[in-house]
């Protein structure tokens, strides 16, 4: 129960973040907008960490396999990808498009096995559901 609470959580602070980013893009630009929201994080994260335990932060250097270090990078293009499908599609829209391909793609990884995800056998429901969705979009639409 506790997971689905945050993840109820995660949802809407990344609709709240969209439109605010959204409002500052287009006070400024897309990369000053992008920047402060990445600087703004890893200053948040240098005071929680601080106030939390501070764990070792050499640790990082022996994170194997190294592409698992790439989510600030991707972290970067999520939030531009964001911005710009709020800015053109709007906050509900955005979101649901954006919310059926993390299902899509998570579904891929979970199939697969990849990223070091444990391989997950296909299964029929699944794929309905993610056509429901799809359709869901072309309704919204």
């Given amino acids: 129960m506790t997971g689905f609470v ?5 949802g809407a602070l990344m609709s709240i973040q969209g439109v605010l980013n959204t409002g500052v893009t287009k006070q400024t630009s897309m990369w000053v907008s992008t920047g402060w929201v990445q600087l703004t994080a890893f200053l948040t994260c240098i005071i929680l960490w601080y106030f939390s335990g501070r764990e070792n932060i ?37 979101a649901l498009v954006i919310v ?26 699944k794929l309905l559901g993610a056509v429901v969705a799809i359709i869901g979009i072309m309704i919204f639409n």
Avoid: H, N
Wanted: proline share 3%; glycine share 14%; net charge positive.
């Fill in 100 to 125: 059926v391909s993390q299902i899509l793609v998570a579904y891929g990884i979970e199939l697969f096995g990849l990223f070091g995800v444990d391989k997950a056998g296909f299964e029929w429901k």
């Fill in 6 to 10: 945050i993840a109820l959580i995660s």
């Fill in 58 to 94: 050499g640790s990082l250097l022996e994170v194997q396999p190294k592409y698992l270090l790439l989510g600030g990078i991707i972290g970067a293009f999520i939030t531009y990808t964001v911005i710009r499908s709020m800015g053109t599609l709007g906050p509900a829209k955005a």
